[in-house]
Structure formats: structure tokens, C-alpha cells
């Protein structure tokens, strides 16, 4: 059990700070010149010492075979278990904003009520019909017992702390995570008693916030979201930032159908998925496609060139290209956290990070001292996980900006799509043109860009507008 957990590099990374360069005496060596110094007028007991060194051999084998890795083993010194010595551990951008799983988690006592499933899912989802109707859920709902703590999900600065909906108050953030995203999140629904922070504090990630709140209507009484229960919850709303940093154009506007919102709201299902899996070190997305789903994968795999199981930059003198493995998985665009929300597990996330960002012949260079190889094996762990996972987040994106669902949508029109959100991590944001063509289902529209795209892969594009095009 300890070889096998020795054997997760992120947990020899952090047992290795228990640990300095101050060599133990009880080492195997053919001399020892100090010992033999002090005890020159007892030549026979110099020579004991020596055998009784020798007969410790063992430890010289164990220590080869070790955590360290080193033939000398080495002391365990205090200032190690203050973790002051070794590398730092590794840092992740977002955690969850509760310090538990929510209970509508799946399994939980309010499973029914899953928090994380496809928008419009039910009452806890984004996008679900409130007010008979008359408008949508902006949020994520995360339901908790009485009084659960709420935590920052990175660092950033509260914009505001004021009353927000049925006697609860909402807290506002400005955060900045470490790999330099930005974003507006608000903490919906908590307890206005238990606010720890105000406006214009700097907070840090994992800092304590508030708790979960208790929505009462006017007459007392508390509204039926469960049947026969009280709900305590977590109103989560993402805002890209896109109308601005701050909250000058307010956040809530009744003018705005159907959310009521200001226009840069997006389903927050993204940062709690990626805290989730960050807090709680699994994965719970629902990865079981839909068996409406029905997307030519073969046409995909045959555009990326199919399995590669060493590394390659393609076009570095005239793409934005990186490191790409696997089934045209592009490292220069991904972060610590895609892979961490892909699930790879340490070892596969150890092999591909140093990888990570780098682009061009920054990227072309680097791979040229630091070779990239995968077994047949991740490399199918690669591509089954972005067909999953991405597959997962892009139908939730786009039936949050649509108004038909991606399920719904031929079998050519979603393997396009798919095929450009696989490429470029996030097709909304990364190419809002051609998005905004295919969340309206303006197919020869969306042909159109495709045939005139700009960018260094007019082969693949053309392929792709004549795959549509062939279900017009």
C-alpha cells in the first residue's frame, strides 16, 4: 500500500519535504577516514564499526528503491514537517465555495435535485423555468444543511455585500485565479447575521465568507423547494466580466429577459465543476452521453490525424499551435486545471503539464530537449476523456445560449460543432462567430465562416463546412 502510494508523484512531491541533504552515518562506505581518525589506538574496534556498517547494507538497497531515489539515505529534520523544505505544493485555481458536497449532490439526500445536471434539468439547474415561466434560473443552487461555511473559490475583491432575495444577502467578487482568469461570481442566499466580509475587502481562497441561508417570504414562512423539508442553500451566478470588472452596470436587470440578468451571465457550472473536482479529488459529472447524442467521432478522429503517441507542434511558423499528443489534444492552450477537470489522474497530469502553455517554437524548442511519449494506452485515456468530458460541457453550453437543445440538432451539425470546440477548448469565446451562427441554427451562416475562417487549418474548416453542408 505505501510502494503504491509512493507511486503517485503529487504525493512523493509533498513526503519528500520531510526531508534534507544531512547524510546518515549508517551508510554503507569501504572507509570511514573520522571513525578511523578518532579510534586509531583501537584498530579493532575501527574494524566492528566497519563490519557492523556493512551488515547495514540493507538500508543502502531500500533507499535506491525509495522515495528518494538516492543510494544515501538521508534524516528526517524537524523544519521539513513545517513544510519548509522541498517544492511548493501544486497550486489549484478554483476550489468549491462550501467546505462539503452539497446535498443535492448525486447520491445525497436531495440527489433528485442534482445541482450539476444539463441546464432546465430541474429547479436547482441553470436555465429552469421560474415564475411560471416568465423568466430563468440564472444560477446554480447548491442545497446545504443549516448553516453550512461559505468559502472564496480563489482570490479576488468583494464588490459588494447587500440584501438580495426572501431575507438573505448576497456577497460579490472580483476574482483573479492563479492562472490568470478573471471573472465575477455571486454568492447568492446567504445569511446576512453571518457575514464575515464587506465591501472593498481582499479576500484569499478558501476564506471564510459567510454560511448558507434560510429563505422566508414576507409572512415567515419558508418557501416549498423540497416537499416537506428546509432548504438552506448556495445561489452560485458566474459573469464573464465582458460588461465590465465591477458591478457599475448592476448585475440584476429586470429588462434583460429571460434570466434578468446582465448580458455577460454564463452558466456557472464550469468553476463548480472545476472546484469540485479540485476540493473533493473526483470527478461527478454525468458522463453517460445522451442516446440522442450522435456525433461522428470516426470524422473527428480522421480531422485530427488520428492516434499520435508522440509529441508534435504542428506549424509553429504559422499557427498558435503547441504540444499536441493523443487524438489532436493541443497542450499550449490547456491549463493545470483542464487536465485536472479531465480527470487524467497524477501520473498522465505529471507527464503532460510541463507542456502546458507553452506555444510556438517556445513550444517546438522545448519539445525538442523534453521528448513527449505516451503508452497506446493514455492516449486513448486523452481522447475518451475529452469525447466525455467536453462533450459533457459543450452540450450544457450550448443549450444554455440556445434556444433548441444540442440533442435535438443533426447528427452533421453536432459533430461540427464538436469538432471546433474540441480544437480550440472553447468555441464560444475562442470563435464567438461561428457560435453565434450555430446557437441560432444558422447553418449556412456558420458554413460560411467556416469556408472564410482565418485561421491555419483551411483544410480541416472546409471539411467540416462539407459535412454540414451535405444535411442541408
Same mark, same amino acid.
Given at each position: ?38 579510534l ?50 501544486v ?40 415564475d411560471?415561466?416568465?423568466?430563468r ?15 472564496a ?35 447568492g ?20 465568507? /459567510? @454560511? &448558507? ?6 409572512? =415567515? ?6 416537499? *416537506? %423539508? ?10 464573464t ?80 499551435? /503547441? @504540444? &499536441? ?6 497542450? =499550449? ?6 487536465l *485536472? %477537470?479531465?480527470?487524467?489522474g ?64 443533426s ?12 480544437q480550440y ?12 451562427q ?32 451535405g444535411?442541408?
Open positions: 500500500e505505501i510502494r503504491a502510494a509512493l507511486a503517485d508523484e503529487n504525493v512523493a512531491s509533498q513526503i519528500r519535504k520531510l526531508f534534507i541533504c544531512h547524510e546518515s552515518e549508517w551508510i554503507k562506505r569501504p572507509s570511514w577516514p573520522r571513525l578511523e581518525q578518532e586509531k589506538e583501537k584498530p579493532n574496534l575501527y574494524q566492528y564499526a566497519l563490519t557492523v556498517n556493512e551488515n547495514m547494507n540493507w538500508i543502502d538497497d531500500s533507499a535506491i528503491q525509495g522515495i528518494l531515489g538516492d543510494s544515501k539515505p538521508w534524516f528526517i529534520h524537524p523544519a521539513g514537517m513545517m513544510g519548509l523544505v522541498g517544492s511548493k505544493a497550486e489549484k485555481p478554483i476550489i468549491f465555495p462550501l467546505r462539503v458536497k452539497p446535498e443535492n449532490d448525486q447520491g445525497k439526500v436531495w440527489g433528485d435535485k442534482y445541482w450539476a445536471k444539463a441546464p432546465s434539468s430541474n429547479a436547482a439547474t441553470f436555465k429552469y423555468p421560474r411560471n415561466g416568465s423568466r434560473h440564472a444560477a446554480r443552487d447548491l442545497y446545504t444543511k443549516a448553516y453550512e461555511e461559505v468559502i473559490v480563489c482570490d479576488g475583491k468583494v464588490l459588494d455585500v447587500s440584501d438580495f432575495y426572501l431575507c438573505t444577502w448576497e456577497i460579490v467578487i472580483h476574482h483573479k485565479t492563479s492562472d490568470g482568469r478573471e471573472f465575477i461570481m455571486r454568492y442566499e446567504v445569511d446576512p447575521a453571518k457575514i464575515k466580509v464587506k465591501t472593498g475587502d481582499i479576500v484569499k481562497q478558501g476564506q471564510l465568507l /459567510g @454560511v &448558507t441561508g434560510l429563505l422566508l417570504k414576507s409572512d =415567515g414562512t419558508h418557501p416549498v423547494i423540497v416537499q *416537506n %423539508a428546509t432548504v438552506y442553500m448556495l445561489h452560485v451566478e458566474i459573469y466580466g465582458a460588461n465590465g470588472m465591477n458591478i457599475n452596470s448592476p448585475l440584476t436587470n429586470s429588462h434583460n429577459p429571460p434570466f434578468m440578468r446582465r448580458s455577460d451571465l454564463v452558466d456557472s457550472i464550469d468553476i463548480l465543476q472545476e472546484g469540485y473536482i479540485n476540493s473533493f479529488g473526483e470527478d461527478n459529472t454525468n458522463n453517460e452521453q445522451p442516446a440522442s447524442l450522435k456525433i461522428n467521432f470516426d470524422f473527428i478522429r480522421e480531422l485530427e490525424g488520428g492516434m499520435r503517441l508522440d509529441g508534435y507542434v504542428p506549424n509553429p511558423e504559422s499557427s498558435d499551435s /503547441g @504540444v &499536441t499528443i493523443s487524438v489532436g489534444f493541443y497542450l =499550449g492552450a490547456r491549463n493545470i486545471s483542464d *485536472n %477537470a479531465l480527470s487524467l497524477n501520473t498522465l497530469i505529471n507527464k503532460l503539464s510541463p507542456y502546458l502553455g507553452k506555444k510556438k517554437f517556445i513550444a517546438r524548442d522545448f519539445l525538442i530537449e523534453n521528448p513527449l511519449s505516451i503508452t497506446h494506452d493514455e492516449g486513448d485515456k486523452i481522447r475518451e476523456a475529452i469525447e466525455n468530458k467536453k462533450t459533457s460541457l459543450l452540450v450544457a453550453r450550448y443549450n444554455s445560449d440556445s434556444t433548441v437543445e444540442f440533442q435535438s440538432l447528427k452533421e451539425a453536432q459533430t461540427v460543432i464538436a469538432s471546433v470546440e474540441y477548448g472553447y468555441a464560444k469565446t475562442e470563435t464567438p462567430n461561428f457560435w453565434q450555430v446557437t441560432q441554427q444558422n447553418w449556412q451562416g456558420a458554413i460560411d465562416i467556416l469556408r472564410d475562417f482565418r485561421d491555419d487549418y483551411p483544410t480541416r474548416r472546409n471539411k467540416e463546412a462539407d459535412y454540414l453542408e444535411s442541408l
